[in-house]
């Protein structure tokens, strides 16, 4: 990309010393430095993403404030052919799924038998717990061969309800372990 | 300082009722929702409310001949010219912006409500708790910011445009040509035209809650021009007079007691 | 469309405008202000073509080479002449400290000692010299001939950019530098609606669409790596920074069809982000006489 | 979709039928109205007046459930009015070929129909072939046992006035669509329809979708710019959902999941694995074999070895003839035979098919583990109304996801565009993404059986699982790649001439070079090729360029099948390879190579007798099927009424519903069919301002505000007979339950008149369950039957009866 | 208390003193809020009493004092303005006060200007009254309603300003002696004689009455 360097006129020194062509840089220099001393200079990434409703697929892109780590702002991707950048109205309030949303759920929650309340867990003590449960419940139930006496390796007590809200790997990494858990009753909402 | 007027055009025959324009207001100015019941219509919230400035409003319609319509139509402030909420208001807080539109300035509103009875689309809407009129004010903080409406800015099918005066009206009737003359261009024509205008695919008349022929009230005419200067014009005139009685005719004295004079 | 007159009355309203919400900047505008005006009017009067650069290589353009790239350019003489009588009594007003030098060196073009068309051709380093030769020829300060040339220039791609841009209408172009000059942008603005991305050519004011998730100046996309510094509450007044080639450019967000808008005007009034940006130590993409004037 | 969104512009007439567009397609309704704009005329056929009629140039109301009738006269206006692309049809279509004679049909029954088992013996299915296996076929179209001629007299009988008194539609409105439609059997005219769950939730609902099949290959607008059937599916990746396979019957790639019957490998393949002998069929699926062995290398890693024929022993295999669906595993869980559900982004508490059957199932769950970013009506059952939290045994877990936003990853939309999206933050609290969670428990499932041994606890130990970072995050990238295939060892390929040589861990370009010999692996054969041999993502390509101007851009993502961006592309030209619409010119065989989209394969066209091949190179005859054998319920849709419909008797046959449905029989699975309790035909749908169960929008304050309560549309006829006042409180009942919610009276539903009487219709939308918001209204699917379509089990919410009253 | 001091005779009594000077007070601060409200650019008045809101309820509360005062003024002198036929008389010779008359016809208490303006302000008060409350909270009232209690509010404020000023000349300097009636109660006899004859004579004959 070497052909852009090549500005006609290269001037030299940086923008505000202002000796040379007579220009007033002061209040320039007075407001910048006001400005960055306020902290009021934020800064921002924007990601682009697609909208989590219906199928369209309208492109996104979401403005990340660096400092807090937050999304201030998601608008419609103008280059993305399918919506360039228009949005519905369910794509237009896509900001409340993002935290802002306080009904967001943000902790493990367990429920014990025959309890009436929610208790909150962390996730080794859930996976070790739901490991347990999913082996014993295997071991228990698991059908190595059918009436006609042939192999089918069978879990047939647990099922598994995937999503079509989530992305293509993990759909996958879903589809490949229960199959190799030898789940048969695998479903999810595109058939309903 | 007068600058461009600017002009939103509701083409309501491209608008498909998503909506997004009540959102994109509401999270805009940060208007909370209220807990509402369905009422037998997609419309809602019901009415325009302190907190709901734009609504549209669903209306089901079998035109002359037989055919059935489901009419969309977003409502709101439709910024007149010659606006009859300015002229009642006593505190100055309903006033023209430097674009034609009316603004509305909350911290001089007293709550008075004359402005609720005199808008002739019946607009304005208050606030018990905080005593104060609510209305839209065509994102007067976004324009001067030099951006469009959050409305304009949300709508998926372009029903929802600004621009500037003269080129926004020439849009408005060159839609009608699109349509081969089935719309309706409403807006230009009263208050000294209104800074919000609509393309209507039905006569106005069948719309619901929006006049045909709006214009001030009369009462509002009789009370501000003919009733308001009069009332100094009378009370200086009977003083005047009552001064003037009093130099002439001078104080009607009590007479010492001469019988027979009374 | 808006002819000549109204155009420049529309500018005045925008210096107006800019003047008033960007106090600071104010003196610099107004520095810039009268060959701006001039220029705008200069768009309406010049009137030369360069034939050589009438026709343009499909093929070329397609793989990246811009207009002006394609083959051989020469600037017409007559015209840099042109430009330089007309461009000149402005910038003295605007310039005081320059203004003498100024007037010698309107003096030195009509006695033809110094001929600009064949500077505009020189490469970086002979452009250099000839400068300084005219600068010691003439005794007037560098930084007057410097000046003048870049304004020279400015004006006369300005026009060409117009002549040709019609060329170019109806074909794709993805990069980051002006499809018929080839030089960096000198300042980018958002759409609001459409949240399209536009690309002002420091050099001949040409205006494309571009990415927003791709680096104009080193083409890389790695969204992680590209930063929008921007003022809290002003969210036309940010800049697009890329980590990786460590360049910035001004970028005015959300901006609406609704105010007329004036690129070298906007770049003028927002000076101060230059400064903070330099400050932290990136390098704009394109050098312009106020933001890397020294 | 066999097309994609941004090709609706290029239609000329636009059918949304099963489709409410405009309230939840807002995008794709954006193109369907720019085609719209130039000209193109927008028709909606909908039992309600919605927003999308609005804006379309007109409506036509037709009763729930009679799609087919609705199409089976529309083949009939199209063949007796000779209005079909004849070119096409002879030369793409199985028009031609001659059946075999014991095919038969008569009153509603195909011939090999076994009551008891509810299914056909479809051997009497099968065309003639000659010595060699190949069709026999008789391209004038009139001897009487071809296909078409079949086709013909099938619908013969869908005569105007049997459909409209089926349908409730009016003649004229019929006459009126037909006319329109079949108008785009010209060649340079092109037809498309867009459907939705308006389609796909009736006991024949995948035969609603065959039908339309017939009338787009009939009028040549399959494999078209703005032709193709258009799917406008609800969820962001339901398509990459049912491409990666998260269903019972199918492996990623839509390979078909093993059964008892097919002991070995070989077994299995060979019935599998379709073989044609006519030269011109590509007949693509006998590449079979390559993809599924490559599947279980990705499946099984280094554990599958040709010996143990890669691991196929240690697959589960399903009963023969017995299905898993969501139905089935509902029903096993009431019968207490599931103890442990996971449930991931779903609310099938909500949107489960008989709510009241549904939730009684969960109660007798052992354990349920849900992963959302909100609460929901699933998660929380156990304190549901009329749910006592403490005679509820099941542990539940309740994890918190990340939405969409919050992580890296690709997603699929229903135009088969695989778009990257990138993490913006990271998710809220304690929060991970769902591949995190699948990745976390399967390491401590492992570990457990590692340590403690279990039945058949190989298939889980040899689980390839090394897709964490190095900080033990899920790496979507290597994810990605397995999805897209590995050379698991250096191969020798020829490509176009030259020798390469393939070396191991290199990515596999396309699934042309898939192997069966064990020395490829691919996660799902059909996105092989979203990345290039270079390792670039092409799904993450932002190309903004369209050469052809029709909207296919085809640097923008990458489109399964090899980026090909409209299926059946071939059939766009004629025998020769030149377009029959050149103002639409999609693909081109010029000077020996195909010019345009990427074509259906290589081969040059079909007129090349040697190396040409047919157009539809999926099929196993190379050619599109209007004789599609492959459906359960028979190879010509025919007009069933629903499960649960307002006619004691079928006006078409004497076969009242579809013969091939399966039937539940739990004393929860009531059904009322033309009975004087329920005499309302109901059908249920979903409304702009939510999406799907409600359980993300319901949590939003001001899309709530604008949707806030459950209703039930009813026509101002009806409402005047049960003197229901507009928003009044009413209660809809079925013979299953009920919901309690407000009336809303309106003009935009009309009383039909079906047989000689008058049939009211109402609706109710399905986005509201009891959480939120607490003094809301519940889930609308108390009503609806537990019953599927026959091929796909997709539960009828569309068709069944109610009784409304006020409240 | 004896009514003949020093030739003096008293007119009104404390009651009637603080009923007028409480309608009175009410009606004209009434007046100078309301004008503060409908003219902004005398902005002396709510710069005064603190603001346009606080101007807006002290107008509500003085109106609704002015309700009150008002009823019971009307009961307290509705004998007395009753018009009679001799009222006609004295209006077309205008009382006296415009050109010299002398058959003016015998005044009982008020004169029929007096009464004039009683029953004008009765009337106009109600109308004010009324018209006041709607537009204290007009969302209750149909849309025509409220909007013409705007008008017939300003018309009656015109109408009692106008008959106030009269009021106040004439119960001034108008007809000096007058003013004391209010503030102590007692007119000279003389004053009663012009003024109020009949209603004299009649007292003179029965001094039981006070």
Redesign the interface.
């Given at each position: 990309m070497e052909l852009t360097r090549r500005g006609f006129l290269k001037l030299s020194g940086a923008v505000g010393a202002s000796s040379a062509l007579g220009l007033n840089f002061k209040p320039v220099n007075a407001y910048a430095a006001e400005l960055s001393k306020s902290n009021r200079i934020k800064s921002s990434k924007q990601y682009t993403t697609i909208c989590a409703y219906c199928s369209c697929g309208c492109g996104l892109i979401c403005s990340v404030d660096n400092l807090t780590g937050k999304i201030f702002n998601i608008e419609g991707d103008p280059e993305n052919p399918i919506n360039e950048g228009a949005l519905c109205a369910k794509g237009a309030g896509f900001f409340d799924l993002t935290e802002a949303n306080k009904h967001r759920l943000t902790k493990v929650r367990y429920r014990a038998p025959y309890s009436d309340k929610w208790e909150e867990k962390d996730w080794d003590w859930a996976f070790s717990r739901i490991a347990r449960l999913v082996k014993d419940t295997r071991d228990k139930d698991f059908v190595t061969t059918n009436a006609q006496g042939r192999l089918v390796n069978r879990t047939e007590s647990i099922a598994h309800l995937g999503s079509s809200n989530i992305d293509n790997e993990e759909c996958w990494l879903i589809s490949q372990s229960v199959r190799a858990m030898g789940l048969v009753y695998i479903d999810h909402q595109a058939r309903v | 300082m007068k600058k461009t007027e600017y002009i939103k055009l509701i083409d309501t025959t491209k608008c498909t009722a998503c909506r997004g324009c009540q959102v994109a207001c509401k999270q805009w100015n940060e208007m909370p929702a209220m807990r509402t019941r369905n009422f037998g219509s997609y419309q809602n919230p019901p009415d325009l409310q302190w907190n709901t400035w734009t609504l549209i409003r669903f209306q089901e319609h079998v035109d002359k001949n037989g055919d059935f319509k489901w009419l969309f139509r977003k409502d709101g402030c439709m910024h007149c010219t010659e606006a009859a909420c300015i002229k009642?208001c006593?505190?100055?807080a309903l006033y023209h912006t430097e674009y034609g539109t009316v603004g509305i300035n909350q911290k001089?509103c007293?709550?008075?409500?004359?402005c609720?009875?005199?808008c002739p689309f019946?607009i304005p809407r208050?606030n018990q708790q905080t005593e104060k009129i609510y209305k839209c004010d065509l994102c007067y903080d976004r324009l001067k910011d030099g951006q469009q409406p959050a409305c304009a800015l949300s709508c998926p099918t372009g029903a929802i445009t600004v621009g500037e005066r003269e080129a926004m009206i020439d849009k408005a009737y060159g839609r009608l040509d699109q349509l081969e003359g089935k719309g309706i261009v409403y807006g230009d024509k009263f208050v000294g035209g209104t800074h919000v205008m609509y393309i209507l695919s039905e006569d106005p008349a069948v719309y619901d809650k929006l006049p045909v022929k709006p214009r001030i009230?009369a009462?509002?005419i009789?009370?501000k021009n003919l009733?308001?200067p009069?009332?100094?014009i009378?009370?200086g005139?009977?003083?005047g007079m009552?001064a003037l009685?009093?130099l002439i005719?001078g104080?009607?004295?009590?007479?010492?007691?001469k019988e027979g004079d009374? | 469309m808006l002819d000549t007159n109204e155009k420049i009355e529309r500018l005045e309203k925008i210096i107006g405008e800019a003047s008033e919400s960007h106090p600071h900047s104010r003196d610099i505008i107004h520095a810039f202000a009268p060959f701006l005006l001039e220029k705008a009017s200069l768009m309406g009067s010049l009137d030369f073509k360069d034939h050589r650069t009438m026709a343009m290589d499909e093929l070329q353009f397609k793989n990246g080479v811009p207009l002006l790239r394609q083959n051989e350019f020469s600037p017409v003489t007559h015209a840099c002449e042109l430009i330089a009588m007309a461009i000149l009594p402005p910038l003295e007003t605007g310039f005081q400290k320059l203004s003498t030098d100024l007037e010698k060196l309107r003096a030195a073009i009509m006695e033809k000692k110094i001929g600009f068309a064949d500077l505009l051709v020189s490469s970086h380093e002979e452009a250099g010299g000839l400068i300084e030769t005219w600068a010691l020829h003439e005794d007037v300060s560098v930084e007057a001939v410097r000046l003048a040339l870049m304004m020279v220039a400015k004006v006369y791609f300005e026009k060409t950019a117009r002549t040709l841009a019609p060329l170019i209408k109806d074909f794709a172009w993805d990069k980051g530098y002006c499809p018929i000059c080839g030089s960096a942008p000198m300042i980018a603005k958002i759409r609001d609606k459409i949240g399209t991305r536009h690309l002002y050519c420091s050099q001949c004011a040409h205006e494309w669409v571009f990415s927003r998730v791709i680096c104009p100046s080193c083409g890389r996309n790695k969204q992680s790596s590209m930063t929008y510094f921007f003022v809290d509450d002003k969210s036309r007044e940010s800049a697009f920074v890329c980590e990786e080639c460590g360049r910035y450019l001004i970028t005015m967000d959300k901006v609406s069809d609704l105010v007329p808008l004036d690129a070298d005007i906007s770049a003028l009034s927002l000076v101060h982000l230059d400064v903070i940006m330099q400050g932290k130590g990136y390098l704009p993409m394109a050098a312009c006489a106020w933001n890397s004037c020294s | 979709m066999t097309n994609h969104y941004i090709d609706l512009k290029n239609s000329d007439v636009i059918l949304i039928m099963g489709s409410n567009a405009a309230e939840h397609h807002p995008l794709a309704f954006k193109w369907i109205m720019r085609a719209k704009d130039a000209g193109a005329r927008v028709i909606h056929v909908d039992p309600r007046y919605t927003r999308t009629s609005a804006r379309c140039d007109y409506h036509v109301p037709i009763r729930s459930g009679t799609d087919i009738a609705f199409l089976g006269g529309m083949i009939k206006y199209i063949i007796e009015g000779n209005k079909f692309f004849r070119d096409y049809v002879v030369n793409y279509t199985n028009a031609s070929f001659l059946v075999n004679p014991d095919f038969s049909f008569e009153d509603g029954l195909f011939s090999g129909y076994d009551a008891q088992k509810r299914s056909y013996n479809k051997e009497t299915w099968t065309f003639q072939k000659d010595g060699n296996g190949i069709p026999l076929k008789d391209p004038t179209l009139k001897h009487p046992q071809c296909v078409f001629q079949l086709l013909k007299q099938h619908y013969s009988r869908y005569t105007l006035d049997k459909v409209s008194s089926i349908t409730g539609v009016s003649k004229e409105n019929l006459l009126k669509v037909y006319e329109e439609y079949s108008a785009t059997g010209a060649p340079d005219k092109a037809g498309t329809e867009c459907y939705a769950l308006g389609w796909t939730h009736h006991t024949s609902g995948s035969q609603n979708i065959r039908t339309m099949s017939i009338i787009q290959l009939l009028l040549g607008n399959m494999g078209i710019a703005g032709g193709g059937i258009n799917a406008l599916r609800g969820e962001p990746n339901v398509q990459g959902s049912t491409d990666h396979c998260i269903l019972y019957g199918n492996l990623p790639g839509y390979l078909k999941m093993p059964t008892a019957s097919l002991a070995t490998l070989e077994q299995y393949l060979t019935k599998n694995t379709p073989t044609s002998s006519d030269p011109q069929s590509a007949n693509y699926y006998q590449n079979y074999p390559n993809f599924f062995v490559s599947w279980l290398k990705s499946l099984y890693g280094d554990a599958a070895t040709p010996e143990n024929g890669f691991g196929y022993s240690w697959l589960p295999k399903l009963e023969d003839g017995k299905h898993y669906s969501q139905l089935h595993l509902f029903d096993r869980m009431y019968e207490g035979a599931i103890k442990g559900l996971f449930a991931y982004g779903t609310d099938p508490a909500v949107s489960s098919p008989n709510t009241k059957k549904t939730r009684k199932a969960l109660e007798k769950l052992d354990w349920l583990v849900c992963a959302n970013i909100f609460d929901n009506e699933t998660a929380s059952f156990w304190f549901g109304p009329g749910v006592d939290p403490k005679q509820v045994k099941t542990e539940v877990f309740l994890l918190p996801a990340a939405a969409t936003m919050e992580k890296e990853g690709s997603q699929s939309n229903s135009g088969r565009w695989v778009q990257w999206k990138y993490k913006a933050v990271t998710p809220p609290g304690d929060a991970i993404s769902c591949g995190d969670i699948q990745i976390r428990m399967m390491d401590a499932i492992k570990a457990l059986y590692a340590k403690e041994g279990g039945p058949s606890a190989e298939p889980i130990l040899n689980l390839k699982w090394n897709y964490k970072d190095i900080d033990g995050n899920m790496d979507v990238l290597k994810v990605s790649k397995q999805i897209n295939g590995y050379w698991e060892a250096d191969v020798e390929v020829t490509e176009n001439g030259a020798k390469k040589i393939m070396n191991k861990g290199g990515l596999v370009p396309t699934f042309g070079m898939l192997r069966s010999d064990g020395t490829t692996s691919c996660g799902n054969w059909i996105m092989s090729g979203s990345f290039g041999a270079d390792g670039e993502n092409k799904m993450a390509r932002r190309g903004k360029e369209d050469p052809t101007g029709l909207g296919l851009y085809p640097n923008w993502s990458f489109v399964w099948p090899v980026n090909r961006r409209i299926i059946y592309n071939r059939a766009s030209c004629d025998i020769n390879g030149k377009p029959y619409n050149p103002k639409r010119n999609i693909l081109e065989w010029k000077d020996g190579k195909w010019v345009g989209d990427v074509p259906d394969g290589p081969w040059p066209p079909m007129a090349d007798k040697e190396k040409g091949k047919y157009p539809f190179i999926m099929k196993v005859d190379g050619v599109a099927s209007l004789f599609g054998p492959a459906m359960a319920e028979g190879p010509f849709p025919e007009h069933y009424e629903p499960l649960e419909g307002p006619l004691a008797k079928n006006p078409l046959s004497s076969q009242l519903i579809n013969p091939t449905i399966e039937l539940f029989s739990s004393d929860l699975d009531q059904v009322a069919n033309a009975s004087d309790k329920f005499p309302y035909v109901c059908t249920t749908y979903s409304c702009t301002e939510h999406w799907c169960s409600g359980a993300l929008t319901r949590w939003q304050a001001w899309l709530l505000e604008m949707q806030p309560e459950l209703y039930v549309e009813i026509s101002e006829e009806l409402a005047r007979e049960l003197e229901i006042a507009n928003g009044s409180k009413v209660k809809v009942s079925s013979a299953r339950g009920e919901a309690a919610c407000i009336a809303m009276v309106t003009k935009r539903f009309k009383p039909f008149t079906i047989e000689g009487r008058t049939v009211h219709q109402v609706g109710l939308p399905f986005n509201y369950g009891w959480l939120y918001p607490e003094d809301g209204s519940d889930s609308t699917n108390f009503l609806t039957p537990t019953v599927g379509d026959a091929n796909t089990f997709c539960p009828e919410y569309k068709a069944f009866m109610v009784n409304v009253t006020r409240r | 208390m004896s009514g003949k001091i020093l030739n003096m005779v008293r007119v009104t009594d404390p009651i009637e003193r603080i009923a007028h000077w409480l309608l009175a007070g009410s009606c004209l601060f009434c007046l100078f809020t309301g004008?503060g409200?409908?003219?902004?650019s005398w902005d002396f008045i709510p710069a005064l009493l603190g603001g346009?809101?606080a101007t807006?309820w002290m107008h509500i509360f003085s109106g609704v004092v002015f309700a009150f005062t008002l009823i019971y003024a009307f009961m307290m002198w509705k004998k007395d303005c009753a018009f009679e036929p001799d009222d006609a008389k004295w209006i077309a010779q205008g009382g006296?006060?415009?050109w010299k008359t002398n058959n003016?016809p015998?005044v009982y208490k008020y004169n029929a200007g007096q009464k004039l303006f009683f029953w004008f302000v009765v009337v106009f008060g109600v109308l004010i009254v009324l018209s006041g409350l709607v537009?204290w909270?007009?969302?209750v009232f149909p849309?025509a309603v409220?909007?013409?209690s705007?008008?017939l509010h300003?018309?009656s404020?015109?109408?009692i300003?106008?008959?106030?000023?009269?009021h106040?000349?004439?119960g001034t300097?108008?007809?000096?002696?007058t003013f004391q009636a209010m503030t102590t109660g007692w007119c000279?006899?003389?004053?009663c004689?012009?003024?109020c004859?009949r209603w004299l004579a009649e007292r003179e004959k029965d001094p039981s009455e006070s």
């Amino acid at each position: 990309m070497e052909l852009t360097r090549r500005g006609f006129l290269k001037l030299s020194g940086a923008v505000g010393a202002s000796s040379a062509l007579g220009l007033n840089f002061k209040p320039v220099n007075a407001y910048a430095a006001e400005l960055s001393k306020s902290n009021r200079i934020k800064s921002s990434k924007q990601y682009t993403t697609i909208c989590a409703y219906c199928s369209c697929g309208c492109g996104l892109i979401c403005s990340v404030d660096n400092l807090t780590g937050k999304i201030f702002n998601i608008e419609g991707d103008p280059e993305n052919p399918i919506n360039e950048g228009a949005l519905c109205a369910k794509g237009a309030g896509f900001f409340d799924l993002t935290e802002a949303n306080k009904h967001r759920l943000t902790k493990v929650r367990y429920r014990a038998p025959y309890s009436d309340k929610w208790e909150e867990k962390d996730w080794d003590w859930a996976f070790s717990r739901i490991a347990r449960l999913v082996k014993d419940t295997r071991d228990k139930d698991f059908v190595t061969t059918n009436a006609q006496g042939r192999l089918v390796n069978r879990t047939e007590s647990i099922a598994h309800l995937g999503s079509s809200n989530i992305d293509n790997e993990e759909c996958w990494l879903i589809s490949q372990s229960v199959r190799a858990m030898g789940l048969v009753y695998i479903d999810h909402q595109a058939r309903v | 300082m007068k600058k461009t007027e600017y002009i939103k055009l509701i083409d309501t025959t491209k608008c498909t009722a998503c909506r997004g324009c009540q959102v994109a207001c509401k999270q805009w100015n940060e208007m909370p929702a209220m807990r509402t019941r369905n009422f037998g219509s997609y419309q809602n919230p019901p009415d325009l409310q302190w907190n709901t400035w734009t609504l549209i409003r669903f209306q089901e319609h079998v035109d002359k001949n037989g055919d059935f319509k489901w009419l969309f139509r977003k409502d709101g402030c439709m910024h007149c010219t010659e606006a009859a909420c300015i002229k009642v208001c006593p505190s100055g807080a309903l006033y023209h912006t430097e674009y034609g539109t009316v603004g509305i300035n909350q911290k001089l509103c007293i709550g008075c409500k004359a402005c609720i009875s005199a808008c002739p689309f019946d607009i304005p809407r208050f606030n018990q708790q905080t005593e104060k009129i609510y209305k839209c004010d065509l994102c007067y903080d976004r324009l001067k910011d030099g951006q469009q409406p959050a409305c304009a800015l949300s709508c998926p099918t372009g029903a929802i445009t600004v621009g500037e005066r003269e080129a926004m009206i020439d849009k408005a009737y060159g839609r009608l040509d699109q349509l081969e003359g089935k719309g309706i261009v409403y807006g230009d024509k009263f208050v000294g035209g209104t800074h919000v205008m609509y393309i209507l695919s039905e006569d106005p008349a069948v719309y619901d809650k929006l006049p045909v022929k709006p214009r001030i009230p009369a009462s509002v005419i009789l009370w501000k021009n003919l009733f308001k200067p009069f009332t100094l014009i009378g009370m200086g005139a009977v003083a005047g007079m009552a001064a003037l009685h009093y130099l002439i005719k001078g104080p009607h004295e009590v007479h010492e007691n001469k019988e027979g004079d009374e | 469309m808006l002819d000549t007159n109204e155009k420049i009355e529309r500018l005045e309203k925008i210096i107006g405008e800019a003047s008033e919400s960007h106090p600071h900047s104010r003196d610099i505008i107004h520095a810039f202000a009268p060959f701006l005006l001039e220029k705008a009017s200069l768009m309406g009067s010049l009137d030369f073509k360069d034939h050589r650069t009438m026709a343009m290589d499909e093929l070329q353009f397609k793989n990246g080479v811009p207009l002006l790239r394609q083959n051989e350019f020469s600037p017409v003489t007559h015209a840099c002449e042109l430009i330089a009588m007309a461009i000149l009594p402005p910038l003295e007003t605007g310039f005081q400290k320059l203004s003498t030098d100024l007037e010698k060196l309107r003096a030195a073009i009509m006695e033809k000692k110094i001929g600009f068309a064949d500077l505009l051709v020189s490469s970086h380093e002979e452009a250099g010299g000839l400068i300084e030769t005219w600068a010691l020829h003439e005794d007037v300060s560098v930084e007057a001939v410097r000046l003048a040339l870049m304004m020279v220039a400015k004006v006369y791609f300005e026009k060409t950019a117009r002549t040709l841009a019609p060329l170019i209408k109806d074909f794709a172009w993805d990069k980051g530098y002006c499809p018929i000059c080839g030089s960096a942008p000198m300042i980018a603005k958002i759409r609001d609606k459409i949240g399209t991305r536009h690309l002002y050519c420091s050099q001949c004011a040409h205006e494309w669409v571009f990415s927003r998730v791709i680096c104009p100046s080193c083409g890389r996309n790695k969204q992680s790596s590209m930063t929008y510094f921007f003022v809290d509450d002003k969210s036309r007044e940010s800049a697009f920074v890329c980590e990786e080639c460590g360049r910035y450019l001004i970028t005015m967000d959300k901006v609406s069809d609704l105010v007329p808008l004036d690129a070298d005007i906007s770049a003028l009034s927002l000076v101060h982000l230059d400064v903070i940006m330099q400050g932290k130590g990136y390098l704009p993409m394109a050098a312009c006489a106020w933001n890397s004037c020294s | 979709m066999t097309n994609h969104y941004i090709d609706l512009k290029n239609s000329d007439v636009i059918l949304i039928m099963g489709s409410n567009a405009a309230e939840h397609h807002p995008l794709a309704f954006k193109w369907i109205m720019r085609a719209k704009d130039a000209g193109a005329r927008v028709i909606h056929v909908d039992p309600r007046y919605t927003r999308t009629s609005a804006r379309c140039d007109y409506h036509v109301p037709i009763r729930s459930g009679t799609d087919i009738a609705f199409l089976g006269g529309m083949i009939k206006y199209i063949i007796e009015g000779n209005k079909f692309f004849r070119d096409y049809v002879v030369n793409y279509t199985n028009a031609s070929f001659l059946v075999n004679p014991d095919f038969s049909f008569e009153d509603g029954l195909f011939s090999g129909y076994d009551a008891q088992k509810r299914s056909y013996n479809k051997e009497t299915w099968t065309f003639q072939k000659d010595g060699n296996g190949i069709p026999l076929k008789d391209p004038t179209l009139k001897h009487p046992q071809c296909v078409f001629q079949l086709l013909k007299q099938h619908y013969s009988r869908y005569t105007l006035d049997k459909v409209s008194s089926i349908t409730g539609v009016s003649k004229e409105n019929l006459l009126k669509v037909y006319e329109e439609y079949s108008a785009t059997g010209a060649p340079d005219k092109a037809g498309t329809e867009c459907y939705a769950l308006g389609w796909t939730h009736h006991t024949s609902g995948s035969q609603n979708i065959r039908t339309m099949s017939i009338i787009q290959l009939l009028l040549g607008n399959m494999g078209i710019a703005g032709g193709g059937i258009n799917a406008l599916r609800g969820e962001p990746n339901v398509q990459g959902s049912t491409d990666h396979c998260i269903l019972y019957g199918n492996l990623p790639g839509y390979l078909k999941m093993p059964t008892a019957s097919l002991a070995t490998l070989e077994q299995y393949l060979t019935k599998n694995t379709p073989t044609s002998s006519d030269p011109q069929s590509a007949n693509y699926y006998q590449n079979y074999p390559n993809f599924f062995v490559s599947w279980l290398k990705s499946l099984y890693g280094d554990a599958a070895t040709p010996e143990n024929g890669f691991g196929y022993s240690w697959l589960p295999k399903l009963e023969d003839g017995k299905h898993y669906s969501q139905l089935h595993l509902f029903d096993r869980m009431y019968e207490g035979a599931i103890k442990g559900l996971f449930a991931y982004g779903t609310d099938p508490a909500v949107s489960s098919p008989n709510t009241k059957k549904t939730r009684k199932a969960l109660e007798k769950l052992d354990w349920l583990v849900c992963a959302n970013i909100f609460d929901n009506e699933t998660a929380s059952f156990w304190f549901g109304p009329g749910v006592d939290p403490k005679q509820v045994k099941t542990e539940v877990f309740l994890l918190p996801a990340a939405a969409t936003m919050e992580k890296e990853g690709s997603q699929s939309n229903s135009g088969r565009w695989v778009q990257w999206k990138y993490k913006a933050v990271t998710p809220p609290g304690d929060a991970i993404s769902c591949g995190d969670i699948q990745i976390r428990m399967m390491d401590a499932i492992k570990a457990l059986y590692a340590k403690e041994g279990g039945p058949s606890a190989e298939p889980i130990l040899n689980l390839k699982w090394n897709y964490k970072d190095i900080d033990g995050n899920m790496d979507v990238l290597k994810v990605s790649k397995q999805i897209n295939g590995y050379w698991e060892a250096d191969v020798e390929v020829t490509e176009n001439g030259a020798k390469k040589i393939m070396n191991k861990g290199g990515l596999v370009p396309t699934f042309g070079m898939l192997r069966s010999d064990g020395t490829t692996s691919c996660g799902n054969w059909i996105m092989s090729g979203s990345f290039g041999a270079d390792g670039e993502n092409k799904m993450a390509r932002r190309g903004k360029e369209d050469p052809t101007g029709l909207g296919l851009y085809p640097n923008w993502s990458f489109v399964w099948p090899v980026n090909r961006r409209i299926i059946y592309n071939r059939a766009s030209c004629d025998i020769n390879g030149k377009p029959y619409n050149p103002k639409r010119n999609i693909l081109e065989w010029k000077d020996g190579k195909w010019v345009g989209d990427v074509p259906d394969g290589p081969w040059p066209p079909m007129a090349d007798k040697e190396k040409g091949k047919y157009p539809f190179i999926m099929k196993v005859d190379g050619v599109a099927s209007l004789f599609g054998p492959a459906m359960a319920e028979g190879p010509f849709p025919e007009h069933y009424e629903p499960l649960e419909g307002p006619l004691a008797k079928n006006p078409l046959s004497s076969q009242l519903i579809n013969p091939t449905i399966e039937l539940f029989s739990s004393d929860l699975d009531q059904v009322a069919n033309a009975s004087d309790k329920f005499p309302y035909v109901c059908t249920t749908y979903s409304c702009t301002e939510h999406w799907c169960s409600g359980a993300l929008t319901r949590w939003q304050a001001w899309l709530l505000e604008m949707q806030p309560e459950l209703y039930v549309e009813i026509s101002e006829e009806l409402a005047r007979e049960l003197e229901i006042a507009n928003g009044s409180k009413v209660k809809v009942s079925s013979a299953r339950g009920e919901a309690a919610c407000i009336a809303m009276v309106t003009k935009r539903f009309k009383p039909f008149t079906i047989e000689g009487r008058t049939v009211h219709q109402v609706g109710l939308p399905f986005n509201y369950g009891w959480l939120y918001p607490e003094d809301g209204s519940d889930s609308t699917n108390f009503l609806t039957p537990t019953v599927g379509d026959a091929n796909t089990f997709c539960p009828e919410y569309k068709a069944f009866m109610v009784n409304v009253t006020r409240r | 208390m004896s009514g003949k001091i020093l030739n003096m005779v008293r007119v009104t009594d404390p009651i009637e003193r603080i009923a007028h000077w409480l309608l009175a007070g009410s009606c004209l601060f009434c007046l100078f809020t309301g004008l503060g409200l409908m003219f902004r650019s005398w902005d002396f008045i709510p710069a005064l009493l603190g603001g346009l809101y606080a101007t807006k309820w002290m107008h509500i509360f003085s109106g609704v004092v002015f309700a009150f005062t008002l009823i019971y003024a009307f009961m307290m002198w509705k004998k007395d303005c009753a018009f009679e036929p001799d009222d006609a008389k004295w209006i077309a010779q205008g009382g006296g006060y415009l050109w010299k008359t002398n058959n003016l016809p015998p005044v009982y208490k008020y004169n029929a200007g007096q009464k004039l303006f009683f029953w004008f302000v009765v009337v106009f008060g109600v109308l004010i009254v009324l018209s006041g409350l709607v537009i204290w909270n007009p969302l209750v009232f149909p849309t025509a309603v409220a909007r013409w209690s705007y008008a017939l509010h300003a018309l009656s404020a015109l109408v009692i300003g106008s008959f106030f000023v009269v009021h106040l000349y004439l119960g001034t300097i108008g007809n000096p002696g007058t003013f004391q009636a209010m503030t102590t109660g007692w007119c000279s006899k003389a004053w009663c004689e012009t003024h109020c004859p009949r209603w004299l004579a009649e007292r003179e004959k029965d001094p039981s009455e006070s």
